[in-house]
């Protein structure tokens, strides 16, 4: 049997993409800026996550996790915002990873470190499971954040130019700004980690950083609370 050397084709369908999403995830948000630096345009269905509209049979189907963010495009369904990211480099040319295999593996490991590191233990559905209490969920959100960015501010003296690795936007930049806006909504003293901050600042007044953000989203709504 002979194997084809030939990359495989992307049928573009002619619907618009769809992102489910809530505005103030984190995985989310990290996703709304790929799109942009891919330029990819998307129509967003808003998941509430602060009313429970991730339970509903609707969006249980689209992902049966029951996370944001998914999306469906060119006729495929994706979950896990790094999933996502991956497809979105590959389909737009890779603009969002190296080809350096090195520099790929660093993109890639600042990035998890964010992901399954840091994100997943200070996400709302643990904090409810965790406590009843909000000091208690905002002091276990910022033990485990400030746990992780020693780890990562050390790192990044190593990877960093202007950007997490070297001085391009990677999918590591799309996933540290929003870690970086939790871990203020949570009070990690950021004093302790300048190259984080000095990578933030560099990056959170691009155009496509700018679009994503929370406070530009259609389903944005003022929430003064820590826990969600």
Known sequence: MSLSTEK?????????????SFF??????????????????????????AENGQNSTEFGNTNPLRQVPALVIHGVRISQ??????????????????VDPKLKAQVRMISEIINA??????????LLKYSSSLEE???WAKHWISKGFNALEKLLSETA?????????TIADCCLVPQVSNAVRF?????????????????VNRPE????????????????????
């Open 24 to 49: 103030r995830s984190s995985c989310a948000w990290r996703v709304r800026i790929a799109l942009q630096i891919a330029g990819i345009e998307v129509e967003q269905i808003a998941v509430n996550l």
């Open 117 to 126: 590191g840091i994100q997943p233990i200070q996400n709302s559905s643990v």
């Open 137 to 139: 969920r905002a002091a």
């Open 81 to 98: 915002s790094m999933a996502i990211m991956e497809y979105l480099n590959d389909i737009s040319g890779g603009k969002l990873m190296p």
């Open 187 to 203: 009070e990690v003293d950021m004093s302790l980690y300048p190259n984080i901050c000095r990578i933030n600042n560099n990056l």
């Open 8 to 20: 495989p084709s992307i049928s573009l369908h002619p619907e618009k993409p769809v992102l489910y």
């Open 209 to 228: 950083f700018k679009a994503s953000t929370p406070e530009n989203q259609p389903d944005f709504v003022e929430i003064t609370t820590v826990m969600k």
């Open 161 to 169: 130019g202007q950007m997490c690795v070297g001085d391009s936007v």
